[in-house]
């Protein structure tokens, strides 16, 4: 289950993303959002991409696939089965995007379009692909389609408007859309945040059985600690525009070694836990426009030295870990996050 | 089939059909067969010169006769014919070169975009009336030109319309995911952005159909738009002015503007009323 990280890190992965920056042109200067993103994602692996909001993990996975804002300034290089898509003509991107590398979006009912049906969108996203299509074939694939992502009647629901349909069959339609072609990419982008608990464990079950049967490779936006926890193979943490830790899940959870992931993984709040006051990591995000010199996060880190202030940390490798910290391999023992007094358990729940 | 039938006791209009909207709607479809069959409704010919000159309204000349001895009766009801189906094509070619103008300043926005809004900005800066009449009259009399220069004084206000409506649905969600999806620019334009954005232009049409209407009497009035012995209703008052007392020849085509205007502004309203419901009362 466990995927190893590649040696070479990621050379021959699906989707490779070096050293990307996206920054915003303001009337001080460039607001850098993304700072020099390294991810990788390989066949068959579901990657999750954890921050806080603005912490710049969308806005890092759009940018590689060109789907930055107008006034975002993107450099860095984005390569998918060895092709770089940094630079490519918009063209080639759109014939890329929706075939080989597909979206899911946060709200399923706005990212559906309201005056047309069901069928015609996903029936739409087939077209765009294959012109050759008949309609009644198309038709027929949009059916299969839909009972793929298991809902009731397809018949009578391709005829129906996204309003007519609940907020978990909404995402299933989306996911129909996403699969429509055959993608060996899909980019998840908080797919269940707009969900209630149990119909976002319906979907991440649906996403990973899907990812089985298609073969596909996942990225699973969140910020949903457990959501991660439960459904990704790999993990990267970002802070900051920047991949602070990145690990194997359970060595993740197990043993953090970026201080910024602990104070993460401490605030989940457990069921065992006796305090009345719930961890939270002290201060806030930095803003883009004043990022603190040195590491970005020293100014909230209970571990911060002087060299913390002044060198942004290059990344280290520690065991099958990559962290971002000085102190990556001499960070005391971790304990689950529960306290000195509590026992290890390890925090993979 | 163990459906419950609910019991609906009376016969119900459907939810867009207010009061307002259907005497708009009846009044507007009096005219419309009115344009469409003038000779069956119109008890005499609009240019025979049969009758009486200046005859008040009688049983046989239901409006009376003009200077020249035509039934006004019979001339409204052909001026119909003249206003109405310039009024559609007005408005309608001012809608298609509007909403196209602004569509595209809207999605597209940059240079293209800024040159088509301040290109608004300049036709709206003069008055609507002094505009259509200097390029009514430049290109010289006759219904055809009066139409033209109307498009070209009315369409700035739809792009303003629908550019802002694009503006808005441009940022939607479903745009993006499409975008995602790989849709190009013409496709995401057409069926993920225009669809959106009709009901706003579909009321002001409805209701600018009465100010055209108007605004036609008014250059036909002075002159630049219908040409003798056209019964156009602005000629025909204009006609009617120098006979102050035989009032009746300015009445009838007073009244047809009157009340074609108050329809389509009545099913306007009604429109607005079904579409935004928060706006009425």
């Known amino acids: 289950m466990t995927a190893p990280i590649a040696e070479a890190d990621g050379v021959d992965a699906l989707l490779r993303i070096r050293d990307l920056n996206v920054g915003f042109s303001g009337r001080n200067g460039t607001l850098p959002a993304v700072r020099g993103l390294d991810l990788h994602v390989s066949r068959g692996e579901v990657l999750g991409v954890v921050g806080e909001s603005g912490s710049g993990k969308s806005l890092g996975m759009l940018a590689s696939l060109g789907l930055q804002a107008r006034n975002a300034l993107v450099s ?5 089965k060895g092709q770089e898509l940094i630079g490519r003509p918009r063209r080639e991107l759109r014939a890329l995007r929706g075939a080989q590398i597909s979206m899911i979006f946060q709200d399923p009912l706005s990212s559906l379009n309201p005056v047309m ?6 029936r739409e996203a087939l077209y765009l692909h294959n012109r050759q299509m008949t309609k009644q074939k198309a038709t ?25 349909f609940s907020g978990g069959m909404r995402q299933r339609v989306m996911i129909a859309m996403a699969v429509a072609n055959d993608p060996e990419l899909l980019v998840a982008d908080e797919p269940t ?4 608990v149990t119909v976002q464990a319906q979907i991440m079950l649906m996403l990973r059985d899907l990812k089985d049967k298609l073969g596909l490779a996942l990225v699973l936006i969140t910020h949903d600690l457990g959501v991660v926890a439960g459904h990704a193979d790999r993990v990267a943490v970002i802070y900051a525009g920047r991949v602070v830790e990145e690990a194997a899940v359970r060595e993740l959870f197990a043993d953090p070694r970026h201080p910024y992931t602990r104070g993460l993984i401490a605030s989940i709040p457990k069921l065992t836990m006796s305090e009345d006051k719930l961890y939270s990591i002290p201060g806030a995000p930095p803003m883009l426009g004043a990022l603190p010199g040195g590491c970005a996060f020293h100014p909230r880190c209970a571990y911060a030295q002087d060299v913390c202030r002044k060198v942004e940390p290059p990344t280290h490798r520690v065991g099958t870990h990559k962290s971002a910290c000085h102190f990556a391999a001499s960070l005391p023992a971790w304990n689950g996050g529960l306290g000195a007094a509590a026992p290890e358990n390890g925090a993979n729940d | 089939m163990a459906l419950v039938q609910t019991t609906r006791t009376r016969f119900q209009l459907p939810d867009w059909a207010t009061p307002t909207f259907i005497v708009g709607g009846l009044v507007v479809l009096a005219w419309l067969a009115a344009t469409a069959f003038p000779y069956w409704l119109a008890p ?21 006769t003009d200077a020249l001895g035509r039934d006004v009766f019979s001339r409204m009801i052909h001026g119909a014919r003249h206003s109405l189906p310039i009024a559609l094509i007005v408005v309608t070619s001012a809608v298609v070169i509007g909403a196209g103008a602004g569509a595209i300043a809207g999605y597209r926005g940059g240079l293209i975009g800024a040159a088509i809004m301040r290109l608004v900005d300049i036709t709206l800066s003069f008055p609507p009336m002094l505009l259509a009449m200097a390029v009514a009259a430049s290109l010289g009399p006759g219904l055809g030109n009066a139409g033209i220069a109307m498009v070209v004084v009315w369409w700035p206000v739809y792009a303003r319309l629908m550019r802002a409506q694009v503006l808005e649905v441009r940022e939607r969600e479903h745009v993006e995911a499409a975008v995602a999806a790989g849709a190009g620019h013409f496709r995401i334009l057409t069926k993920h952005i225009l669809p959106l954005c009709w009901t706003p232009i579909l009321i002001s049409a409805t209701m600018d159909i009465g100010q055209v209407i108007l605004l036609a009497a008014s250059l036909s009035f002075i002159g630049l738009g219908a040409t003798p012995p056209t019964p156009e209703w602005g000629a025909m008052i204009s006609d ?11 009445f009838g085509p007073g009244m047809a503007i009157l009340t074609v205007v108050l329809g389509f502004n009545f099913i306007g309203d009604g429109l607005r009323d079904y579409f935004d419901p928060r706006s009425s009362k």
Not at chain 1, 76 to 80: D, T
Not at chain 2, 45 to 57: M, N, S
Request: proline share 7%.
């Open chain 1, 76 to 80: 860095g290089s984005v390569r998918f």
């Open chain 1, 117 to 122: 049906t069901v069928g015609d969108q996903i």
């Open chain 1, 140 to 164: 027929q694939r949009v059916l299969d389609l839909l009972r793929l992502v298991a809902i009731p009647q397809p018949q009578g629901r391709i005829n129906q408007y996204p309003h007519e």
């Open chain 1, 193 to 196: 945040t707009a969900l209630d």
């Open chain 2, 44 to 64: 005499h010919d609009p240019l025979e010169l049969a009758g009486r000159r200046l005859q008040g309204p009688s049983a046989n000349y239901l409006l009376g």
């Open chain 2, 240 to 250: 009617g002015a120098t006979y102050f007392y035989s009032w009746w020849i300015a």
